[in-house]
């Protein structure tokens, strides 16, 4: 009985695991940046992020081969040197990889996804689109994982695929992840995955469809590994000032407690010095 009150306090703990920071969503957007115009001090920052924090060296020759075709980028590593990381990385997917052997072989059905999502985690900061998305379908291949736990795989791989720009795979992701949910999902992973394809909408110029789901979700926001809370505020007011009616508008948007309650935050909607309910 004890060990039975032990296991479900750990399936409780992994069920409510919170979201991998990997990929970093911001990245994306400066990557992006970068495409439309120059700027150093962002290049900079760029580069050294993918090869100090993620040593990513698939994400490295990727930024580069776009913005440079026969020069280095700013910081300035050389083959050598991405393939110095890359046996750093083959030394730490080893070591993942046992631990998942060794769970298999003498842990319970928790452990051995614990060590996966550990693997697919780990990919989703060092490896390439390929390889992260293979990882996090080796999760949702194994025999014995919750609805819930489905679903942050098809979030996480969902957000992999939108971080490299392939929106068609992450709609398929997010389309999977919605079957699923159903009447088996909690109400944060249907809270985060409102959230997620309320911004695949935005991505698809639904304004009028994203603009509902972004405001549904502007109270119970719960997607940090998505996007800023004052981001996602922004994108609620802007779509939905083109498609509420004046009376909801006032009471949702211009007298919303959690939009005030980030006003002076978010200055791009919301205008100063004019008090906060007169400026929107």
Known sequence: QRKASTMKKKETKVEEEEASPYPIMRLAQDMHRLT??????????????????????????????????????????TEDDLKVMEEKNKEKLVELKKAIEE??????????????LALARF??????????????????DLPKISSNKKIDSLLASARISSFYSDTTKS?????QAQKIAGDNADWDRRNRLKVYSALQKLLH?????????????????SSGELCEYN????YAVLTNILHLSRPDLKEKIVDGPEIISVAKDIPVVVRSPLPVKNCL
Request: with cysteine; charged share 30%.
């Open 36 to 77: 439309i115009s120059k700027d150093a001090d962002l290049e900079v920052r760029v580069f050294q992020e993918i090869a100090e924090e993620l040593e990513n060296p698939s994400l490295y020759r990727l930024l580069r081969e776009k913005l440079y075709a026969d020069t280095l980028p700013p910081v300035k590593l």
């Open 103 to 116: 769970a298999v072989e003498s842990a319970g059905d928790m452990e051995v996804m614990d060590a996966h």
């Open 123 to 140: 990919a989703a900061k060092s490896l390439s689109e390929s390889e992260v998305l293979g990882y996090y379908q080796e999760v949702l």
């Open 171 to 175: 709609d398929d992701f997010l389309e």
């Open 205 to 221: 110029r639904d304004l009028e469809a994203a603009s509902k789901l972004l405001l549904e979700c502007i109270a119970t926001f």
């Open 231 to 234: 981001d996602f505020v922004v």
